[in-house]
Structure formats: C-alpha cells, structure tokens
C-alpha cells in the first residue's frame, strides 16, 4: 500500500516591526494540532508585535509549546526568556545555552556596542529557566507535535549558530545574510565577538551541499522573508564575504581607528547596496536589520585576532 504524503504545514511569517520598520525581523509561525512553534522569536521590545501576529491567527502566547532560536543575539532571541515563562520550551546552540540561563555576560557585550541605546532597541532579556532549556546539538533531529526539525552547527556569524531544516525550508538565521524587501541583494551581518570569515564560508558550502542534496528549496532568513532561489542566495551570499574581504584587504592595513572605520564601512556598505540596483527606501530597513556601523567592530575583532594577530 501506497504511504499517504505528509501534510505540508503552511509557514507563516510574523513580521515584528522593529523599531518601525516593516521587514527587519522575522519570526516564523509553525501551527500543530496542539499551538505551534516559533522560530526565533525576536527581542522584547517586539512583543507587542509578536502578540498581535500571532492573535491574527487565532493564537495568544500560552498556544506556543516550543522556540527554535537560530542564534541567541538579541535580535532573535531576546524574547526567549519571557515566552519560556509562559510555557515555551526554548531549543538552542550549545554553546548558547549557558547565556539564555545566565545572560550577564551576553547583555554587558551587548551594552558595549549599543550603550544606553540596550533598553529601547532590545527591551529586558529574561533568563530562560532551566526546566525550558533544550540544547541541540549538530544533525538532530527536533520532534514537535510530528513535526521535524534538523539543526545544522554553522558558525562564522557566531559561534553558537543553528541552521534549521523544515519541510522545504532552510530557516538560515544570520548566516545566510540579510535580504529586505524582496530583492536580490544581500548583506552579510559580522558583530562582534565571532565574526570568522572562514568558517561562515565553510557553513556556507555545507548549506550548499544540503541543497544540491534536496534537502531544502526555499531558503528563510530572520531578515526577512521566505524566498524560493536557495541556489541563487547562497552564490550571492558567498559573493557578498568575498567583497568584504577584498574591501578589508585595502582598509584594515592603515589600521584605522574606530570612529573612521565605521565611517568607511557605512559609506561602503550604502554604496555598495545601491551599485547594486537597491532602491534608496530600502536602506533604512537594511540598516535597521543590520547596522554597518555595528559590523566595523566585528572586522576589526577579526582582523586583529584571526588575520594579523599581534
């Protein structure tokens, strides 16, 4: 007897509306018989957003069982804490999961970057209980409600970075880069501390081979939407750290100091967006997703400890 084809579950994608910008961060709505799953879930300042998303589907706080966090950067996990109050139970990177129990040290990081700017960007990070943690390791598989999760370990943007394969889609995160608005263009967001130009490459290729493999066809980053040219976004994606290389080869040399290398990288990363044919009203949603300004610590971490350590 013929096996009766799983039902493909419609993923819907809650936009939080960060800082008012339609379009900068992403949280994916996964219903089961039973509430549904988020991955990521965005930071605290969001929620109201978040709650609104989720009631325009018939569904309040309490309906979600689990969190999938592609990272634990603010951005997309700030919120954790607080859903996992209410019953969510929160599934992330190893080397993640002692920061969502303990976030002192991921929120004094975070307040050398953003300084007095962490309160109204972010909101208040909760620790994640204990009894809520779920640490997922490289290649397991996560079952909720008969749905099934693969997380893949891909650093270069962090350390503590899963990708998460669903159905069709590969729930890329950071690593696959930034992409607003539609168009086919991305950016590549390099904070600090973990920015690793080698090892994003590496994830990168080992995404590539998920897919020649079949084992996605649409490819979702936080930042934001759901696209169906996985080929295309991965080539692009690769391009993008190519041009950042070449871009740091020329600057990074001088050594400048702080203030001018965030001057240089804005400037680059503005004319570089719109060399590549991206519609001026888009810039403000890209720098909301991903502040170039923030990247220039992240280069200048990597330059100094990984390409010419003293």
Not at 269 to 287: F, I, T
């Amino acid at each position: 007897m013929a096996t009766k084809p799983a039902t493909k579950i419609t993923i819907q994608t809650l936009d939080l509306n960060f800082r008012g910008q339609a379009g900068a961060i992403a949280a994916y709505l996964i219903p089961h018989a039973h509430g549904a799953v988020l991955i990521e879930c965005g930071p605290a300042s969001t929620l109201p957003a978040l709650q609104a998303g989720l009631q325009s589907y018939g569904l309040d706080v309490s309906d979600v069982t689990d969190v999938l966090l592609t990272h634990i950067h603010l951005d997309h996990a700030g919120a954790a804490g607080w859903l996992a109050r209410r019953g969510a139970r929160v599934h992330v990177h190893p080397f993640g999961a002692p920061h969502l129990l303990n976030p002192e040290k991921l929120l004094a990081s975070a307040e050398r970057i953003y300084g007095d700017q962490m309160t109204e960007l972010w909101g208040e990070f909760l620790p994640v209980p204990a009894e809520r943690l779920s640490v997922v390791e490289d290649n397991q598989v996560i079952e909720i409600e008969g749905l099934r999760f693969t997380a893949l370990d891909t650093p270069g943007h962090a350390y503590h970075h899963h990708v998460y394969l669903f159905q069709d889609v590969c729930f890329s995160g950071d690593i696959g880069g930034v992409r607003i608005g539609g168009v086919r263009h991305l950016r590549m967001p390099m904070p600090p501390p973990e920015f690793h130009l080698e090892l994003w490459r590496e994830s990168l290729q080992r995404l590539q081979t998920a897919y020649t493999l079949g084992d996605f066809k649409r490819i979702a980053p936080t930042h934001f939407g759901i696209y169906d040219d996985p080929d295309w976004h991965l080539k692009a994606a690769r391009q993008a750290l190519d041009e950042v290389e070449y871009w740091m080869l020329r600057v990074m040399p001088q050594n400048p100091p702080m203030e001018e290398l965030k001057e240089l990288f804005v400037a680059w990363a503005r004319e570089r967006s719109l060399r590549y044919g991206v519609n001026p009203h888009l810039l403000d949603p890209l720098e909301a997703a991903n502040p170039s300004w923030m990247s220039a610590y992240g280069i200048q971490r990597y330059w100094n400890k990984v390409r010419n350590p003293a």
